[in-house]
């Protein structure tokens, strides 16, 4: 099973190739809280996180910002008290990339402080 | 016209009365970038927030929950590149209490640093 956490993400062009569904299905049985979701006719990951209070929401939803400033790549993020909804898509191929796959490893990542 | 970010929040009760429809509607005619939504059959106020780039959407998304956390009151913040949307309403009555009216103003303030 690859860490897709530790992969590395490429610049993604217009032209690029989206993650095929073997990546995607080995990134969803590894990483099963993430949903695969089509919205607006585009595939999307999505996965809900859950806080005890709005505090914790909205330092993770930093740090899920801090995730994505540093590849300059930019998830939509639903901050409401006690849960965070992130969605990764790519919008140049409006589809998945790599990418989205690597930075939602990401997330789950910074969301193990939450979880005691 | 009321300047509804001065008006004082009141705690909210299950038995609390909503926002009158002329509330609602001075609110909307002195704050014209809000709309009022129905969602889930539940009555909201949102508005979108444009800025330059992902940071000062995120920065802007943390001065949102200040005023949120101030009131412990909580809105739901969808941040994307570029963008904010805020959606108050008030889940004890699923509908639109004064103090959504109220804290939508407080963002429009928290906003203007942002508008050049």
């Known amino acids: 099973m690859s860490d897709y956490s530790e992969k ?23 990483n099963s809280d993430w949903q695969l979701i089509e919205s607006d006719a585009i595939k999307k990951i999505e996965r809900t996180y859950k806080f005890k209070n709005f505090k914790d929401a ?30 990764w898509w790519s919008h140049k191929i409006n589809n ?12 789950d990542q910074r969301f193990r402080k939450f979880q005691v």
Chains 1, 2 share one sequence.
């Open 8 to 30: 590395v993400c490429e610049a993604c062009q217009p032209d690029a190739d989206p993650a095929t569904k073997e990546e995607i299905n080995e990134f969803l049985s590894g």
């Open 58 to 87: 909205l330092e993770f939803t930093n740090l899920v910002g801090e995730v994505a400033e540093v590849e300059g790549h930019h998830p939509q993020i639903v901050t409401e008290w006690g849960s965070v909804l992130v969605s």
């Open 96 to 107: 998945i990339h790599l990418n989205d796959l690597i930075l939602a490893a990401r997330c």
